[in-house]
T-cell receptor, first 114, second 114 residues
């Protein structure tokens, strides 16, 4: 199946710093990628839809200035957590859409903010 | 509004026993339905999906699911569970009318005992 790679898989940062997470579709082009957040023992919550060449669409309650999303190419979307705080610690997962209804997920990035 | 309900938070079965995980959805149109599996600290892997046609769909690892429109359900089944099936299982619904977004249920954690 198609491969979606996330990097880094784990990151620890100090409070107040910014962290960038990359999501790459390795063997297909993805005009649309999605970013999710998952708290322990909970489901995935859609944060935003990332569209190549245009601004991301954020779900209600997600701070767009806090979670910056850039989809600069057909194979790469990035999520930057700005001025991170401990409450931003979470598991972030991206998915890339190869065609309608066909999503492939990255392996996730665990962010810990000290 | 679309929603996905997984009534069972946690299920424990004996190895070799049959398994059924429940999923109910609420959606205005005919949805795309999916089951994903997540191992601890990992991303999501697609088990199977339903778009249209035969309401009984076969997936990987011996899983199958049946779409029942009258019950708004898409339950996942496996005739004989293996210890390696222990994981978190998520039902998801998606549609092109929702901007190709996916919405996930809260998940069912499966424990397999020897």
């Amino acid at each position: 199946g198609a491969v979606v790679s996330q990097h880094p898989s784990r990151v620890i940062c100090k409070s107040g710093t910014s962290v960038k997470i990359e999501c790459r579709s390795l063997d297909f082009q993805a005009t649309t990628m999605f970013w999710y957040r998952q708290f322990p023992k909970q489901s995935l919550m859609l944060m935003a839809t990332s569209n190549e060449g245009s601004k991301a669409t954020y779900e209600q309650g997600v701070e767009k200035d806090k979670f910056l999303i850039n989809h600069a190419s057909l194979t790469l979307s990035t999520l930057t957590v700005t001025s991170a705080h401990p409450e931003d610690s979470s598991f972030y997962i991206c998915s890339a859409q190869r065609r309608v209804g066909e999503l492939f997920f990255g392996e996730g990035s665990r962010l810990t903010v000290l | 509004a679309q929603s996905v309900t997984q009534p069972d938070i946690h299920i424990t079965v004996s190895e070799g026993a049959s398994l059924e995980l429940r999923c109910n959805y609420s959606y205005g149109a005919t949805p795309y339905l999916f089951w994903y599996v997540q191992s601890p600290g990992q991303g999501l892997q697609l088990l199977l999906k339903y778009f249209s046609g035969d309401t009984l769909v076969q997936g990987i690892k011996g899983f199958e699911a049946e779409f029942k429109r009258s019950q708004s359900s898409f339950n996942l089944r496996k005739p004989s569970v293996h210890w390696s099936d222990a994981a978190e299982y998520f039902c998801a619904v998606g549609s092109t009318s929702a901007g190709n977004q996916f919405y996930f249920g809260t998940g069912t954690s499966l424990t397999v005992i020897p």
